[in-house]
């Protein structure tokens, strides 16, 4: 079975301070992990995939095999960074199926 | 880029009736769509994969026989929610699966908000 733990239901942090969103998985086989973003009434969107390798909006992610994580991470947080952030795995062969995390609030304060 | 749209997005029923949910991809053809469930603070629950020509299949207790999904064309899926309760409340959420030639993406649908009375 696939799991996506997020351990923070919500994080405070103030503007210019780095931001660490955590996420870990279990998983057997090799997955595909993700990050999908909700900002307030928008719909979820992706941020970035960890086979992409790609920093997005100032946001990187390393998966890490050894911890089976894939922690979020930017340096300085921005205001508008403030939103719902949710991470997500594929498994191999499961045809594109996400099983998603229970979500962390992200709230970047002045 | 890809949008994938919802209709209605939000509906109010009676206890009994059934409910129709359009998921529609605009501008792109989706083979695969994904039906999400997601309830207040809480994370989306995958309900069923929608295969356009066949038929869909279910996550593990979810009743297909409640939750009737049609994926018709290859840019609609629909889900009925037949004799809905008040614990078929919820926020369902569609996504289509755009396949690029080295990759394929998952957009995400807006939501529509069920509530039954």
């Known amino acids: 079975a696939q799991r996506v733990t997020q351990p923070e239901k919500l994080l405070s942090v103030f503007k210019g301070a780095p931001v660490e969103l955590k996420c870990n998985y279990s998983y057997s086989g090799s997955p595909e992990l993700f990050w999908y973003v909700q900002y307030s009434r928008q719909r979820l969107q992706l941020l970035l995939r960890?086979?992409s390798r790609e920093s997005i909006k100032g946001f990187t992610a390393d998966l890490n095999k050894g911890e089976t994580s894939f922690h979020l991470k930017k340096p300085f947080a921005q205001e508008e960074d403030s939103a719902m952030y949710y991470c997500?795995?594929?498994?191999?062969?499961?045809?594109?199926?996400?099983?998603f995390g229970t979500g962390t609030q992200l709230k970047v304060e002045l | 880029g890809a949008v994938v749209s919802q209709h209605p997005s939000w509906v109010i029923c009676k206890s009994g009736t059934s409910v129709k949910i359009e998921c529609r991809s605009l501008d792109f053809q989706a083979t695969t769509m994904f039906w999400y469930r997601q309830f207040p603070k809480q994370s989306l629950m995958l309900m069923a994969t929608?295969?356009?020509?066949?038929?869909?299949?279910?996550e593990q207790g979810v009743e297909k026989d409640k939750f009737l999904i049609n994926h018709a064309s290859l840019t609609l899926s629909t889900l009925t929610v037949t004799s809905a309760h008040p614990e078929d409340s919820s926020f369902y959420i569609c996504?289509?699966?755009?396949?690029?030639?080295?990759?394929?993406?998952?957009?995400f649908g807006p939501g529509t908000r069920l509530t039954v009375l």
């Open positions: 929608s295969n356009e020509g066949s038929k869909a299949t279910y």
């Open positions: 997500a795995l594929s498994g191999a062969g499961g045809g594109n199926k996400l099983t």
């Open positions: 996504s289509a699966i755009r396949s690029g030639t080295y990759s394929s993406e998952q957009f």
């Open positions: 960890h086979i």
